[in-house]
């Protein structure tokens, strides 16, 4: 593509700007945080298929994070200047998490997908049919993201101790992010 077919932002340009700006940082710091949960259970012996799982989930996430650092770069947007923030606030949840346990982990999976979930239907709406292409992406891994919360509720993710107040302090904190991430 040259610079003269790049996609620029169309009529809402800085509204688009910033929904592909959050999604950049949403699938940053989901890498992290599966990172920081596989770095935990990849040194355990015993947690070999839980690691894998993470494993795969991460690698759903990082072609998710591939896919938004070639949009934001043929639309010229800037990605967040937090990244080095999400990626360590994004490993240490992980981390933490999986320090608490796998349910716990599951737990920040499932309230990180509830989340992404509903801002990617959100940006399918207001999408609506000006932007097909990027519409059809963001289905795409809407549906992926559904796929992850409903394994990470299969794996037991409501039965974490303390899991209406885990999941509702991370589902808090990723809408902080995302409005922060339209803005910084």
């Not at 688009?16 to 945080?33: N, P, S, T, W």
């Not at 072609?63 to 990244?83: G, S």
């Not at 981390?95 to 990180?112: F, Q, R």
């Not at 993201?145 to 303390?162: I, S």
């Amino acid at each position: 593509m040259t610079s003269s077919e790049v996609k620029k932002p169309g009529p809402n340009g800085r509204r688009l700007a910033q929904m592909l700006r959050v999604d950049h940082a949403g699938e940053y710091g989901a890498v992290a945080i599966y990172r920081g949960q596989h770095a935990v259970f990849s040194g355990l012996a015993n947690k070999r298929e839980t690691a894998a799982m993470i494993a795969e989930m991460e690698a759903g996430e990082q072609e998710h994070l591939e896919t938004f650092d070639r949009i934001l770069a043929e639309r010229r947007v800037r990605p967040t200047l937090l990244a080095p923030f999400w990626n360590i606030a994004g490993f240490g949840l992980g981390a933490a998490t999986a320090l608490m346990g796998e349910k716990a982990a599951m737990a920040c999976t499932a309230a990180v997908e509830e989340v992404i979930e509903k801002h990617y239907a959100d940006q399918i709406e207001v999408l609506g049919d000006d932007e097909p292409e990027l519409s059809a992406t963001i289905t795409k891994f809407r549906d992926e993201e559904l796929e992850h919360k409903a394994t990470a509720e299969a794996a037991g993710a409501e039965e974490a101790p303390g899991y209406p107040l885990l999941s509702g302090v991370i589902r808090a904190g990723c809408r902080a992010a995302i409005k922060i991430a339209e803005k910084i």
